[in-house]
């Protein structure tokens, strides 16, 4: 037997709430995930009138809860047909960014590239609200996308030209322009673009309403509906949209809640 596997085999005997073989990290703050051990009975789990997503690890039945990057501080509500359950959500301390960017018109955009982006924005949504049935038997391990070094930008307030703008929803891996992005687990392609904001863009559905997302991309490598298996070459870093350098936006959408992609890794 091999290390590896023993420490896997470890980690499922000797599980605790906050380490599993497979599931997401747990971390109850805004933008983290909330792995709630739930009874067998329980059929139906909704959050924020939107279908969470139901799991089994060794023999136990979770409730993998997306907590959305704009959830206050205290206790908050997730709905079951059995009865609710409180989560008490942390406060946590995200980073501020301030960008300087060459090209206003990616601070204020002109009233026709705002309605470009409020279709794309409209057809992103779509995707996030979609709740497909699972193909797994466990929940899938993840994979990082691309290899580079994290920022730890996930959260970050920001502010362009001096201006709020909406929380960064999704983790930068700064790479150079060609370098293979990879499904970082099974899914379909649902979604493919090329968007004001985001650039060239791919989304991949996992499953129950388990959506990624990668962007600024040179090249994208598949299609809407094509299958792709983890690892799988789906794209090439690149640098399009509004960035600042070449870079892969990888971001992870859990019932509509745009989540922490780091939290998905095996620590
Ligand atoms: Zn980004």
Not at 213 to 221: A, N, P, R
């Amino acid at each position: 037997m091999t290390y590896k596997k023993l420490l896997t085999l470890l980690s499922i005997c000797c599980f605790s709430s906050s380490s599993f073989a497979f599931l997401p990290q747990n971390s109850l703050r805004a933008g983290g995930i909330a792995v709630l051990p739930i009874s067998e009975d329980v059929q139906q789990v909704s959050f924020q009138n939107m279908p969470v997503l139901l799991t089994h690890e060794a023999q136990k039945k979770y409730a993998i809860v997306g907590i959305p990057l704009s959830t206050p501080v205290g206790s908050v509500k997730v709905d079951t047909d059995q009865g609710p359950i409180h989560l008490d959500i942390q406060p946590y301390a995200y980073a501020e960014q301030h960008i300087q960017l060459k090209d206003q018109s990616f601070v204020e955009p002109s009233a026709e590239q705002l309605a470009r982006y409020k279709q794309e924005a409209e057809e992103q949504q779509r995707i996030y609200h979609s709740f497909t049935p699972s193909t797994w038997n466990s929940f899938p391990r993840f994979i990082a996308p691309t290899p580079g070094k994290f920022s730890n930008s996930f959260g970050r307030k920001r502010f362009f030209n001096q201006e709020a703008r909406a929380p960064h929803s999704g983790l930068d891996i700064p790479a150079p322009v060609g370098q293979k992005v990879v499904a970082p687990a099974n899914g379909t392609v649902v979604g493919i673009g090329d968007y004001f904001f985001n650039g060239k863009t791919i989304l991949v559905d996992h499953g129950q309403g388990l959506i990624s997302m990668f962007c600024h991309l040179s090249e994208i490598d598949v299609t809407v509906g094509q299958h792709v298996i983890q690892g799988e070459r789906i794209g090439l870093v690149g640098k399009t949209g509004r960035v600042t350098g070449p870079h892969l936006h990888w971001g992870m959408s859990l019932n509509d809640a745009r989540v922490d992609p780091q939290l998905f890794l095996q620590k």
